[in-house]
């Protein structure tokens, strides 16, 4: 059969599509009841489970995990025989951050520019999306070859671990002979890219105190130790003035053999301002896919508004460290930890909180799935050869489900491509993408299961 019968089946399936990223988006889905209520989270799960039982999937089941949160499971049984692929996505999203520098409302999908703007558009309600497209259109176009699992995950931006330790618990649970991780991305639109690589992560919260409250700044200052001052100091020390991350004991100096990553195209994805420099040394692939990266993704101290002459007794801030293939995790948190204990001045109190933490990835390229999905996706990319690069992102479960099942084979792919913008304000995704991507991953199922057959 031919790859246009596929092609026209999905393109038909997507104004449904469309209608279902709708109604996903508009759940306030943030793993985080500080920021959202619980109940968002769970309405967005029941949706997916609903989504399942519609699809025939059998055993639907709302997973409750240990980090307080709920992943959904389905299986759908293939013929005799067939193997085994279990298909992953994330309903939960990314705080909005400020909504009011949204042009549209980030919890409506809104059509503009050829893109679908909201939040988790890409990351990774489309995910979802895209792997209930690529089913549809096999069972309307003979039937799904192979047997499926799916597992939706409740918590991945949180990075708390919850659907790992789970996994873990029930190892026969996400059993498969290969692995479809919907939570990527092409490197930039119109060329088919597969993961090979994901950075791993830690996530810390540290804490400084330096007086038993605060105090007048014109009384005080200039003797009185301030916890914010002594934090900022903490916090300059975690980078060379160049921008290199500067952690005590991590090595920053590997390199990136594959597809690299043009400095112009990425200021441009980036949207770096003008005449502000990058950071960093070594191509633009060794910074973002090959060496470790510091950030400061949030600091508690007054805001200007409402400001008061004051010096602060307590200062806290959370850091991700993102950490390479070839490093551990574990050993990176050990160090930044104490790097972050040795270096506060002025004697200054410090505690340090872990608030998250995965392990880096790398993927067997010359795997027969691999092979499988480079034909597939040369048939929805016409004109394309498949592509590897890497991914500054982290995505924990991946490990955890090698460590389970080194037999399986991981394939990553998705919908975060640059333009995307996941995780800023005017998130979107490119239904052309999603259209692509759900063909290739439909031809990809057929392929797989033809490659097992004896």
């Not at 031919?2 to 109604?23: C, F, G, I, N």
């Not at 005449?275 to 950030?295: C, K, N, Q, S, Y």
């Not at 990835?361 to 999905?373: E, K, Q, V």
């Amino acid at each position: 059969m031919t790859a246009r019968p596929m092609t026209e089946t999905v393109a038909s399936l997507m104004p449904r599509a469309k209608a279902e990223l709708t109604e996903l988006v508009a759940f306030r889905s943030v793993a985080d009841p500080a920021q959202f209520p619980k109940s968002e989270c769970e309405a967005a799960a029941d949706w997916v489970a609903d989504a399942l039982r519609a699809e025939d999937f059998q055993d639907v089941a709302l997973l409750d995990t240990p980090d307080g949160t709920r992943s959904v499971y389905g299986f759908l049984p293939g013929p005799a025989g067939a193997p085994t692929v279990l298909l992953y996505a994330h309903y939960d999203v990314q705080p909005p951050l400020d909504e009011s520098a949204w042009i549209s409302p980030p919890f409506e999908l809104t059509e503009r520019d050829g893109r679908w703007f909201g939040r988790g558009a890409a990351d990774c309600k489309g995910g979802f999306i895209m792997h209930l497209l690529a089913l549809r259109a096999l069972k309307a176009d003979g039937g799904v070859p192979v047997s499926v699992k799916v597992i939706v995950e409740g918590s991945e931006e949180q990075g708390t671990g919850g659907l790992e330790q789970y996994a873990q618990a029930h190892p026969e649970l996400l059993a498969a002979d290969t692995v479809v991780i919907g939570d990527t991305g092409n490197f930039r639109v119109g060329l088919p890219t597969v993961t090979s690589t994901l950075r791993g992560m830690t996530m810390l919260r540290v804490r400084l105190d330096t007086l038993e409250g605060n105090l007048h700044s014109g009384q005080f200052g200039g003797a009185a130790p301030d916890a914010l001052a002594a934090m900022i100091q903490l916090l300059s020390t975690l980078r060379a003035a160049d921008g290199t991350t500067t952690v005590d004991g991590l090595t920053t100096d590997a390199t990136w053999d594959g597809l690299q990553y043009p400095e112009d195209e990425f200021r441009k994805d980036a949207k770096v301002l003008d005449g502000v420099e990058l950071i960093g040394t070594g191509t633009v692939a060794d910074r973002i896919w090959a060496r470790p990266a510091v950030t400061v993704i949030g600091v508690d101290c007054p805001p200007v508004v409402g400001a008061t002459p004051s010096l602060q007794a307590s200062a806290r801030a959370q850091i991700s460290l993102r950490v390479p293939p070839g490093q551990d995790a574990g050993r990176a948190t050990k160090l930044l930890t104490s790097h972050l204990e040795s270096h506060a001045p002025w004697g200054a109190r410090v505690s340090v909180e872990q608030v998250g933490q995965g392990q880096p990835f790398r993927a067997d390229l010359s795997s027969p799935a691999y092979t499988a999905m480079a034909d597939a996706m040369r048939v929805a990319y016409p004109g394309e050869e498949m592509q590897a690069s890497g991914m500054g992102g982290s995505i924990p479960l991946c490990n955890a489900l090698s460590e389970l099942y080194p037999e399986a084979e991981i394939l990553l792919i998705g919908l975060s491509e640059p333009e995307a913008q996941i995780h800023a304000v005017n998130e979107s995704v490119s239904p052309e993408e999603l259209e692509r991507l759900s063909v290739a991953e439909a031809l990809f199922l057929r392929n797989y299961a033809e490659s097992k057959k004896v």
